[in-house]
Structures are given as C-alpha cells and as structure tokens.
C-alpha cells in the first residue's frame, strides 16, 4: 500500500488546511487509515483515523484536541482520505502523516498504532499567530 500526503504548508491562527492522503486501501473489506502527528520534541500522537470491518462496521476516531475542528473523510473512488482542518492553532503545528493497514485485524489499528504497517513521508503544518 502506497501512502502519498499533500496538503501542508504554513497558515495563520485560526485558518484552515486540508491534507490529502492517497492510498489504494478502499478496496479491502478490513482497513485502518488515519493521520498521526508529531511536534518538535514531542511524540507522535493520533490525530484522527477511520476503521472499516464486516464486523465492526465504520467508525472515526477523533483526538480530543481536535474534535470539533477536524474532519476525516474519504472519497473510494478518489482512493484518497482527507483531513480538513479548521480553526488551526500553533499547538497544530507538526509533521502530519498518513498511516494505514489493511487485512485481516487491521481495523484496531486505529487503537494500536503498531499495527498501521504502512506510512507517508509527511507533510509540514505550521500555524502562526
């Protein structure tokens, strides 16, 4: 699965940004994509992810930091996802990736991160006042 961000760039408090991931996993009957951040000396931390499975049906999994001002979303036919980010705020600023899994158990992987076998190369957020 071949992961492609884009989207980033600098903005001021308060703007918004969407980032787009391109990935061919919307085909499979059990996938985990989301995206995941990580701020200068800070660890990395789930922004946002989306699980389908037979069982589980689709679910979205928001950070609470972000709930309310980001949007997850997905467009099969584009094979791409979206993060639609608004009212951006410094503490946003970061390196944003895309991560996704597919298969068989790869719907917790919005739970647990080990399982999201497949990333992006990033994409630079930064939000000024």
């Known amino acids: 699965v071949q992961l492609v961000e884009s989207g980033g760039g600098s903005v001021q408090t308060g703007e918004s940004l969407r980032l787009s991931c391109a990935a061919s996993?919307?085909?499979?009957?059990?996938?985990?994509i989301g995206w995941f951040r990580q701020a200068p000396g800070k660890e990395r931390e789930e922004v946002a992810c989306i699980s389908k499975s037979d069982s589980g049906g689709d679910n979205v999994y928001y950070n609470p930091s972000v709930k309310g001002r980001f949007t997850l979303s997905s467009d099969n036919a584009k094979d791409s996802a979206y993060l639609q980010m608004n009212s951006l705020k410094s503490e946003d600023t970061a390196v944003y990736y895309c991560a996704a899994a597919v298969g068989w158990g790869s719907s917790f992987g919005c739970h647990d991160v080990s399982i999201m076998d497949n990333w992006g190369q990033g994409t630079a957020v930064t939000v000024t006042s």
């Open positions: 996993v919307f085909t499979f009957d059990e996938y985990a």
